[in-house]
Structure formats: C-alpha cells, structure tokens
C-alpha cells in the first residue's frame, strides 16, 4: 500500500511539474464558463448571420441548451485529455525510470493501478471543474431546473473512466504514444459504429456519451441506461486486468 501511494504521489507531482494538470485544469474551466455563454448569445449570432431579407425567428434559449453545450463540448475535451496523458505508460518504459524501482521489489500491477488512480482522480478534477462552473454560470444566465442532471453527469463522466483505461492498455500493450492514442480513438470508433444496430444500443457504453441530454429532456430515463453502466464498468476491469497482465509480460 505504501508503494501504491507512493507511486499515485509520484504522478500527481509529475502532472504538475510539467503543466499538464495546469493545461487541462485551465481548458476544462474555460469550457465550463463558455458552455452557458454560447447558448445564451447563439440564437443573436444565428440572427446576425442571415442573409438580408431572410427572416429567423430563433427560440428563447434555456437551461437545456447550456447542458447540450456542455455534452457536445465534453467530448472535444476527452479527446484533449486522452492526447496530454497519452505518454503516462510510454513515457517510463522509453526513458526507463521504472528499472531501479522494479528491480528493487516494485509490484508491476502498482504501477499501472496507481497511475490508473492518478489519472482518474485527474479526470474527476477537471470534470467537476467544467461541470460546477458550468452550473452556476447556468443558474446565472439560463435559470431551471432539469431532471437527472447528476445522473447524466455521472454517465458522460464513466465514458471517460472506460476511454481513458483503453489510453493507459495501449500504452501497457505499445509502449508508444501513438500506440495509446490508437487505441482509445478505435475502440470509440467501434462502439460509435456498434451504435447503428437498434438491439446493441442498451448494451453499447457510447450510450453514456450519447444519451445524456435525452436523460435532461426526460425522453430517457435513468433505468435506460443501468445495463450500458454494468457492460461499462465490466469493460473497465477487465481493461485493467489486460493492463496488468500485459505489462508483466513487458521487456523493460
């Protein structure tokens, strides 16, 4: 345990001593102040852009349009944080700072769970930066009230936990950047594709990405989603699991 907490200190510390946590810190609450913003001056912009002569006569913006903002944006935001910590693996095994470590009693699972921790608890941060600043912007600018917007939070967040594990088992299995960037952007690529077939979509994670402003507009309820939450959560373990058994297996 204390090598684990250890090692999850030792990413934290790196994360900010090279910026990243900083960078994406600073873009999430960007993101989170200018998702309120633009749907409250978007209908004003649409106006201003039409042709002269042709009429538009946009709708009053709401406390729904704030949060498609957020979901749409969120996903420019995941790619963005996959691609600063897509080097968390790569990055040990090319300069080789885990040799001493591990040849001094280094549990191989310790390393990739504490940065798994690390990374997450990352992802947690930033995600609740952009969603409380999201928030109040949201009361200030665009007041209501919409239903299961924690729970729809929660699902756009678990979509992430399961992208970045993929990122951190194309590391394990690469050793490369590319190699985790691949990965993580192919595998969304196939449960995007898997979303056409009506019978996979209960089943299918992209769901958790997908399906949460259906969840703000009560066209979907949380029930809806509890077998795409298992297949998600399911998904994750055995990331990890594959993680861990790859990088045992991994010449260092």
Same mark, same amino acid.
Do not use: H, W
């Given at each position: 345990m204390r =090598?684990?907490?250890?090692?999850? %200190?030792?990413?934290?510390?790196e994360s900010i001593r090279t910026y990243k946590l900083l960078i994406v810190a600073t873009v999430f609450l960007l993101f989170g102040m200018l998702n309120p913003i633009t749907a409250k001056i978007m209908p004003k912009l649409l106006s201003s852009f039409m042709p002269e002569g042709m009429a538009i006569t946009p709708g009053e913006p709401g406390t729904v349009d704030s949060w498609i903002q957020?979901? #749409?944006?969120?996903?420019?935001?995941?790619?963005? +944080? &996959?691609? &600063?910590? /897509?080097? *968390?693996? /790569?990055?040990? @095994? !090319? %300069?080789? !700072?885990? *040799?001493?470590?591990? !040849?001094?009693? @280094?549990?191989? #699972? !310790?390393?990739? @769970?504490?940065?798994?921790? =690390?990374?997450?608890?990352i992802w947690t941060l930033s995600y609740l930066i952009? +969603?409380?600043i999201t928030l109040i912007y949201t009361r200030y600018l665009l007041p209501g009230e919409l239903p299961n917007l924690p729970f729809a939070a929660c699902c756009m967040w678990l979509f992430g936990v399961l992208e970045i594990s993929m990122m951190l088992l194309g590391g394990?299995? /690469?050793g490369s950047i590319y190699g985790s960037l691949l990965l993580a952007v192919g595998f969304a690529g196939v449960l995007m594709l898997a979303n056409i077939f009506p019978k996979l979509e209960e089943y299918n994670p992209y769901l958790l990405s997908t399906g949460c402003v259906s969840l703000l507009t009560s066209e979907r309820v949380p /029930?809806? +989603?509890?077998?795409? *939450?298992?297949v998600t959560i399911a998904f994750i373990l055995l990331i990890i699991i594959s993680s861990i058994c790859s990088f045992n297996k991994k010449q260092i």
């Open positions: =090598a684990f907490i250890a090692m999850a %200190k030792k990413e934290f510390l957020f979901y #749409k944006n969120m996903s420019t935001q995941l790619i963005l +944080f &996959v691609i &600063v910590f /897509s080097g *968390i693996v /790569s990055n040990e @095994l !090319t %300069k080789g !700072t885990l *040799i001493n470590m591990l !040849t001094k009693g @280094l549990p191989r #699972k !310790t390393v990739i @769970l504490s940065k798994f921790t =690390a990374i997450i608890s952009c +969603f409380v394990a299995l /690469s /029930s809806d +989603f509890y077998v795409s *939450i298992i």
